[in-house]
Structures are given as structure tokens and as C-alpha cells.
């Protein structure tokens, strides 16, 4: 298979031939039918005379019987004519050979040609039947009317065959001929010289964009390629860069993914196991205590796996949706009578302000729950004790409007839409004495999303943050 340079330089090389060949091969026959128009035309003009002569003698004798009667008679007839013809310079020498008046001689060669041609020309009746001349040269002549008082009386042929023409004519049109086939090489020649630089400029830019593309797929995102121009290439190369610069944000995105997956999934197992081999060892003792402190990590760490699990098939767009008509009143307050004692555990005054009568929103019950459960449970380990959680609904045109509030701490407000990354924390130390590994957000969000709706954090008049989630009203 051709390289791509290879394949450029003969596709330009095969349009010019073709190009230049139907360029020759038009203007030559174009130029050789037009120019053997032309002598003929000329020749036909050369031969007025004769005809008016020839009329003449229609005109006098009333038929073309001498010319039949007699087969000498048509040889002399034309050379007397012609001889007449050159001795009062009716026409040009070099179209009336015969004896010249005066010593004035034409040219050998011009007065053979001419001979030649006369010598040919035959004489028809109207009914196109030969009166005098060659039978042989019926064929391929051009047929001249013979009139007398507008009647059709007879016709004068004309030879049309190149061989019978001029030589210096026919010497001339070889000539243009030649010339032309010379242009034709000459430009073929310049298209076959002009092709290799060109094919090289077009597919330098071209290679250079694959050598580019190469270079990102082994993972070298931070290369750029800068090409001059404002085409479709250029434009390209900008969105190659554009590319490869979001590839290396996945991959340090990625990369950070799975250095905080393992530490989030290293830190409980770790201190699981530590608990364990102190049991084993007698240093603890296995009492109610202990295993609750067992059980604790275990939760947590189940708790994280179904968070990944759950953010995995939100990303695949395998997480089901089982939707149905369902009161958000109701779901908000069961989360309510649940969440009232961990928050006085805590330390937390929580209020819930939950408008009377029914919500109705189409969604997937367990999924809202879920979505609910998290922003709850985010405010209840985050929040600093003492401190105040508010959790409020409002009902406007089209949509229900929930919205969380908490006292301190808060979080800066360039960092309010990063909450919503994977594994984000605002704190730096990730004391998991302050919650969880960082995915409940990523997952409110994705859930939000699947319900239509909208979710977004801003700072909270209690201090901390205030996280305001919409949902559409059902018209079911």
C-alpha cells in the first residue's frame, strides 16, 4: 500500500496527463478541422473565376455537350483559362501556373501544385452526372453550384483531399501540430515537477498530525502541535491539543481515582485488622466493646464498596431506575423521625420545616431515599457540635424545592462545585473521624440528574453550607 505523499503525488500526476492529453488532443483536432476549413474556403475563392467562366459557357451554348463529345476539350479548356487567367493578373501567381507573361515566372514547384489541383477539379450536370474530368475524383470533393438566371444548371467539384492541398499549408498545420504536442510534454513535465513539492507540503502537515495522534496514544498528552495556517489542518491540530490535554486530566484524574480508592479501602482494613490480631493476641479482650468497634469498620467498609459499586454503574448507565408515583412529603419525613435521634446524639439541633399535604414527584423511592439519606448524613458528620441543621421544602410552579442548611464549619465558595468530585474533600487532613471517603456528593448528583433535576451548594446563613435540590412535580 502507497504512503499517503505517494498516493498524492500520483493522483496529481495522473489528472495532469489526462488533463494535458484531452487539452492536446482537443486543440489539435479543433485546430486541424478549422485550419483544412479554411484552405478549402480558400481554394473554393480561388476557383470563382472558373466558375463564372464556366457559366458563361452554359449561358452561350445552352448545355455541357462539348465537354462530353469531346475528352480533350476539358484539359484545354482549364489550361487556356488559366493561362489567360495569369496573363491579366486576375489571380495570384501562385494559384495560376501556365506560361508567364513577360518572363515573369512562377515558381516550378508552385505551378506543379497548381496544375495538379486544376487538373482535378471535374465538371457534373445538375443531376450530378460526370461531364468531363477524372471519374476517379467524384469521390471526396466539395460540389460548387453552377446557376445561370438563378437555375441550377450543373456543379463545379472541388477537391477536398489533404493530400491535393497546398504543401507549404499542409507543412504549416504539421508544424502547429508539433509545436502544440511540444507544449503538451513541456506541461506535463512542469505538472511532474510541480507534483513532488506539493504532494510533500500537503502531507507534511497531514504527517505531522498522525506522528501527533501516535504520540497521544502511548500516553504522551503533553506534547503540543502548532501548525500556520487557518484551515481545516489547523483547526485539527487545535483540537488535538484540546484533546490531548483533556486526556491528561482523565489520566491524572484517574490515576488520583485509584490512589484514593486505596487508601479509602487500606485505612479501614488496616485498622481491622489491627483490631483482630489484638484480639487474637489477648491485648484486647473480645467483649461487646470490641465487637461493636468490629462492626464499625465493617459497616464502613461496605458502605464504601456499595458507594463504588452504585458511582461504577452510574458511569456505564447500568444504575436502575425502578420510577412510580411517590409522595416526597412522605419519604422527607420518614428520614426525619430517623435521622432526629443521631442528630441529638450528636449534639445538633435539627429542624424540619415540611409543608402539609401531598408531594407528588415521579421517581424511583430507594434512589431518593438514598439521595436524602447522604445530604443528611453529610451534615450530621461534618457539622461542629454544637451547631443547628435546617431542612425545609417549598413547593413553587413546576418544581419542589428542598433545601439543606448547616452551621459551621463552611467551606470556601471556589471550592463549593469541586464537593461534587470523587473523593473531594475540603479538608486536607482526610480524618475519616469526619465522615465518609468523598462519594456521597458524586452519587446525589448523578441520582438528581436521573430525576430531572437540579442539585447545587452555596453558602448557609447558619455558618456552614446550604445544598438546594429540585425536583419536578408529577402531572400524573
Same mark, same amino acid.
Request: net charge negative; proline share 5%.
Given at each position: 500500500?502507497?504512503?499517503?505523499?505517494?498516493?498524492?503525488?500520483?493522483?496529481?500526476?495522473?489528472?495532469?496527463?489526462?488533463?494535458?492529453?484531452?487539452?492536446?488532443?482537443?486543440?489539435?483536432?479543433?485546430?486541424?478541422?478549422?485550419?483544412?476549413?479554411?484552405?478549402?474556403?480558400?481554394?473554393?475563392?480561388?476557383?470563382?473565376?472558373?466558375?463564372?467562366?464556366?457559366?458563361?459557357?452554359?449561358?452561350?451554348?445552352?448545355?455541357?455537350?462539348?465537354?462530353?463529345?469531346?475528352?480533350?476539350?476539358?484539359?484545354?479548356?482549364?489550361?487556356?483559362?488559366?493561362?489567360?487567367?495569369?496573363?491579366?493578373?486576375?489571380?495570384?501567381? *501562385?494559384?495560376?501556373?501556365?506560361?508567364?507573361?513577360?518572363?515573369?515566372?512562377?515558381?516550378?514547384?508552385?505551378?506543379?501544385?497548381?496544375?495538379?489541383?486544376?487538373?482535378?477539379?471535374?465538371?457534373?450536370?445538375?443531376?450530378?452526372?460526370?461531364?468531363?474530368?477524372?471519374?476517379?475524383?467524384?469521390? *471526396?470533393?466539395?460540389?460548387?453550384?453552377?446557376?445561370?438566371?438563378?437555375?441550377?444548371?450543373?456543379?463545379?467539384?472541388?477537391?477536398?483531399?489533404?493530400?491535393?492541398?497546398?504543401?507549404?499549408?499542409?507543412?504549416?498545420?504539421?508544424?502547429?501540430?508539433?509545436?502544440?504536442?511540444?507544449?503538451?510534454?513541456?506541461?506535463?513535465?512542469?505538472?511532474?515537477?510541480?507534483?513532488?513539492?506539493?504532494?510533500?507540503?500537503?502531507?507534511?502537515?497531514?504527517?505531522?498530525?498522525?506522528?501527533?495522534?501516535?504520540?497521544?496514544?502511548?500516553?504522551?498528552?503533553?506534547?503540543?502541535?502548532?501548525?500556520?495556517?487557518?484551515?481545516?489542518?489547523?483547526?485539527?491540530?487545535?483540537?488535538?491539543?484540546?484533546?490531548?490535554?483533556?486526556?491528561?486530566?482523565?489520566?491524572?484524574?484517574?490515576?488520583?481515582?485509584?490512589?484514593?480508592?486505596?487508601?479509602?479501602?487500606?485505612?479501614?482494613?488496616?485498622?481491622?485488622?489491627?483490631?483482630?490480631?489484638?484480639?487474637?493476641?489477648?491485648?484486647?479482650?473480645?467483649?461487646?466493646?470490641?465487637?461493636?468497634?468490629?462492626?464499625?469498620?465493617?459497616?464502613?467498609?461496605?458502605? &464504601?464498596?456499595?458507594?463504588?459499586?452504585?458511582?461504577?454503574?452510574?458511569?456505564?448507565?447500568?444504575?436502575?431506575?425502578?420510577?412510580?408515583?411517590?409522595?416526597?412529603?412522605?419519604?422527607?419525613?420518614?428520614?426525619?423521625?430517623?435521622?432526629?435521634?443521631?442528630?441529638?446524639?450528636?449534639?445538633?439541633?435539627?429542624?424540619?420545616?415540611?409543608?402539609?399535604?401531598?408531594?407528588?414527584?415521579?421517581?424511583?423511592?430507594?434512589?431518593?431515599?438514598?439521595?436524602?439519606?447522604? &445530604?443528611?448524613?453529610?451534615?450530621?458528620?461534618?457539622?461542629?457540635?454544637?451547631?443547628?441543621?435546617?431542612?425545609?421544602?417549598?413547593?413553587?410552579?413546576?418544581?419542589?424545592?428542598?433545601?439543606?442548611?448547616?452551621?459551621?464549619?463552611?467551606?470556601?465558595?471556589?471550592?463549593?462545585?469541586?464537593?461534587?468530585?470523587?473523593?473531594?474533600?475540603?479538608?486536607?487532613?482526610?480524618?475519616?473521624?469526619?465522615?465518609?471517603?468523598?462519594?456521597?456528593?458524586?452519587?446525589?448528583?448523578?441520582?438528581?440528574?436521573?430525576?430531572?433535576?437540579?442539585?447545587?451548594?452555596?453558602?448557609?446563613?447558619?455558618?456552614?453550607?446550604?445544598?438546594?435540590?429540585?425536583?419536578?412535580?408529577?402531572?400524573?
Amino acid at each position: 500500500m502507497f504512503k499517503l505523499r505517494t498516493q498524492f503525488f500520483l493522483a496529481l500526476l495522473a489528472t495532469s496527463a489526462v488533463l494535458t492529453g484531452a487539452l492536446y488532443a482537443f486543440f489539435s483536432f479543433s485546430f486541424e478541422r478549422g485550419f483544412w476549413h479554411y484552405i478549402e474556403q480558400k481554394e473554393i475563392a480561388r476557383a470563382a473565376p472558373l466558375i463564372e467562366k464556366l457559366e458563361q459557357h452554359y449561358q452561350e451554348h445552352g448545355n455541357w455537350d462539348w465537354f462530353r463529345s469531346n475528352p480533350e476539350a476539358w484539359p484545354d479548356y482549364l489550361t487556356v483559362f488559366m493561362m489567360d487567367n495569369f496573363r491579366s493578373r486576375r489571380l495570384p501567381p *501562385d494559384a495560376l501556373p501556365g506560361t508567364p507573361p513577360d518572363g515573369m515566372a512562377p515558381p516550378i514547384n508552385v505551378s506543379r501544385r497548381v496544375s495538379a489541383l486544376f487538373r482535378a477539379v471535374v465538371l457534373l450536370d445538375k443531376e450530378q452526372n460526370l461531364v468531363a474530368g477524372d471519374p476517379r475524383m467524384r469521390r *471526396d470533393i466539395y460540389r460548387h453550384k453552377l446557376q445561370v438566371n438563378s437555375r441550377t444548371v450543373g456543379y463545379l467539384g472541388m477537391p477536398l483531399n489533404p493530400a491535393l492541398r497546398d504543401l507549404h499549408d499542409a507543412e504549416f498545420a504539421g508544424d502547429q501540430t508539433t509545436n502544440m504536442a511540444l507544449i503538451a510534454v513541456a506541461a506535463f513535465l512542469f505538472a511532474l515537477l510541480s507534483a513532488l513539492p506539493l504532494s510533500h507540503f500537503l502531507t507534511k502537515r497531514i504527517h505531522a498530525l498522525v506522528q501527533h495522534i501516535k504520540q497521544l496514544s502511548q500516553g504522551q498528552y503533553d506534547n503540543k502541535i502548532h501548525l500556520k495556517g487557518e484551515d481545516e489542518l489547523t483547526t485539527l491540530a487545535e483540537h488535538l491539543n484540546d484533546l490531548g490535554h483533556s486526556l491528561q486530566q482523565s489520566e491524572q484524574a484517574r490515576r488520583r481515582w485509584v490512589a484514593d480508592i486505596s487508601h479509602e479501602l487500606r485505612t479501614p482494613l488496616a485498622v481491622l485488622q489491627a483490631d483482630i490480631e489484638a484480639l487474637e493476641d489477648g491485648v484486647r479482650a473480645l467483649d461487646q466493646k470490641a465487637l461493636a468497634r468490629l462492626q464499625q469498620h465493617t459497616r464502613r467498609l461496605t458502605n &464504601l464498596v456499595d458507594d463504588l459499586y452504585d458511582l461504577s454503574l452510574t458511569d456505564i448507565g447500568a444504575l436502575t431506575y425502578r420510577k412510580q408515583a411517590c409522595d416526597l412529603h412522605e419519604l422527607l419525613q420518614e428520614l426525619v423521625n430517623i435521622m432526629q435521634p443521631r442528630f441529638e446524639n450528636a449534639g445538633l439541633a435539627f429542624v424540619a420545616h415540611l409543608p402539609p399535604g401531598d408531594a407528588p414527584v415521579f421517581g424511583d423511592p430507594q434512589r431518593l431515599h438514598q439521595l436524602f439519606l447522604n &445530604l443528611l448524613q453529610n451534615s450530621l458528620n461534618y457539622t461542629q457540635a454544637p451547631g443547628n441543621v435546617r431542612l425545609q421544602m417549598h413547593r413553587e410552579e413546576h418544581h419542589f424545592l428542598i433545601t439543606l442548611d448547616d452551621s459551621a464549619p463552611g467551606v470556601d465558595d471556589s471550592l463549593h462545585e469541586k464537593l461534587f468530585e470523587r473523593l473531594y474533600r475540603a479538608e486536607s487532613s482526610r480524618n475519616r473521624a469526619t465522615g465518609g471517603a468523598g462519594l456521597g456528593l458524586t452519587l446525589c448528583r448523578n441520582i438528581v440528574e436521573a430525576h430531572e433535576g437540579t442539585i447545587h451548594i452555596t453558602h448557609s446563613q447558619l455558618g456552614g453550607l446550604t445544598v438546594t435540590v429540585t425536583l419536578p412535580i408529577s402531572r400524573a
